[in-house]
């Protein structure tokens, strides 16, 4: 039997020895962030069979719902826009297309 397993944004585990909040998620990788602003992309497999990683509950509190399906469904035109337009959102909150420091692309922070 197999056991089901809900990871959301917003949900919080533990992974190699840090408490971690899922920050971003795509088909194949996650994005983590801990409390004191740190940041780990992981791919989602390695995070779901690693031994060290624990999820604090079941049904995460404030997790985003999930939108897996709809956007399964975006041309690759659709996806590319959405990456535009989430990269431009993430610039204006961070400074940073990507969201942080650690993650920038060359020429960030830009100085407008």
Request: glycine fraction near 14%; charged fraction near 20%.
């Amino acid at each position: 039997m197999s056991a089901r397993v809900g990871v959301a944004v917003g949900s919080r585990l533990a992974y190699d020895g840090r408490w971690w909040t899922v920050s971003e998620l795509t088909a194949g990788s996650v994005l983590l962030a801990d409390v004191g602003g740190g940041v780990r992309q992981v791919g989602l497999a390695h995070l779901l069979a690693h031994p060290s990683t624990r999820l604090l509950t079941d049904d995460p509190v404030d997790a985003v719902g999930g939108v897996g399906a709809e956007l399964a469904g975006l041309n690759a035109a659709e996806r590319a826009a959405l990456a535009e337009r989430v990269g431009h959102v993430q610039e204006i909150r961070t400074g940073f297309r990507r969201g942080c420091a650690e993650l920038a692309l060359p020429g960030e922070p830009r100085a407008a």
